[in-house]
């Protein structure tokens, strides 16, 4: 089992520096689910501070890791095999929640999705995901 603070820990490890530089916290995980919160940074915002595509991506990428790796247990080297995203509307100025879960494990790979919800619970962006373990 995947604890919220070797989850938090695995962020400040396996991940390259810019990705820590999200200052992504994990709120919770476990059975192939997990939820951080990606904090409004103006440096992450484009032209009138709406959250940049590009951020979104990346901590749906993050977050699903760790969803993969609650379900597993704990960490085994994965890479993103896919990562689709429909962003649904502008969010700007603010945090984001970012849950992931896994829908289908598998001993190759793993398929799973990702919302990441504005602070009111509406949804921004949905990722679909496929992850091959290595």
């Keep these: 089992m995947v604890t919220v603070e070797e989850a938090q820990r695995m962020l400040g490890e396996l991940f ?11 709120l919770a995980i476990g059975g192939g689910e997990t939820t951080l ?13 709406t959250v940049c ?4 991506m990346a901590a749906a990428d993050t977050a699903m890791v760790l969803a ?23 969010v700007q100025g603010t945090e984001l929640r970012v849950v992931a879960r ?10 799973g999705e990702v919302e990441l919800l504005a602070p009111d619970g509406r949804l921004a962006a949905h990722a679909t995901t496929t992850y091959a373990l290595v």
């Design 102 to 111: 896994v829908l289908k494990p598998g001993r190759t790979l793993t398929f």
């Design 16 to 26: 390259a520096p810019w990705v820590q530089d999200l200052r992504l916290e994990v």
């Design 37 to 49: 919160r990606l904090p409004f940074d103006a440096r992450l915002a484009r032209v009138g501070g």
């Design 53 to 56: 595509g590009q951020a979104m």
């Design 68 to 90: 993969v790796s609650s379900q597993l247990g704990g960490f085994r080297p994965m890479t993103t095999v896919s990562l689709t995203t429909s962003f649904m509307r502008p």
